[in-house]
């Protein structure tokens, strides 16, 4: 299992980015997948979650209404579309899944919002 995140970069208060993570090595249109952040001195949190299906997904509250989470099966891609993007936003993003139990991460991408 692979996953690679890219998209990150330096970006104004207000700006967006978009986030890719390209995955392999397993059935990635059987898998649910998720985007968590790490801030400079604090914990990894949860972002963002859809499942396999694409269907129903789940938004940290911090983030509602500005992110969005999309994935291309046909790709292997997951997607978090960031709008109006805060200094507060400032982490490194990791994707994330966890298949047959085992818990698999990519190596994060760094997303700076700075003026």
Request: aromatic share 12%; net charge neutral; glycine share 10%.
């Amino acid at each position: 299992v692979q996953l690679v995140e890219s998209g990150g970069g330096l970006v104004q208060p207000g700006g967006s980015l978009r986030l890719s993570c390209r995955a392999s090595g397993f059935t990635f249109s059987s898998y649910d997948m998720s985007w968590f952040r790490q801030p400079p001195g604090k914990e990894r949190e949860l972002v963002a979650a859809i499942p396999s299906t694409g269907g129903y997904t789940n938004y940290a509250d911090s983030v509602k209404g500005r992110f969005t989470i999309s994935r291309d099966n046909a790709k292997n891609t997951v997607y978090l579309q960031m709008n109006s993007l805060k200094p507060e936003d400032t982490a490194v993003y990791y994707c994330r899944t966890i298949v047959m139990d085992y818990d698999y991460w990519g190596q994060g991408t760094q997303v700076t919002v700075s003026s």
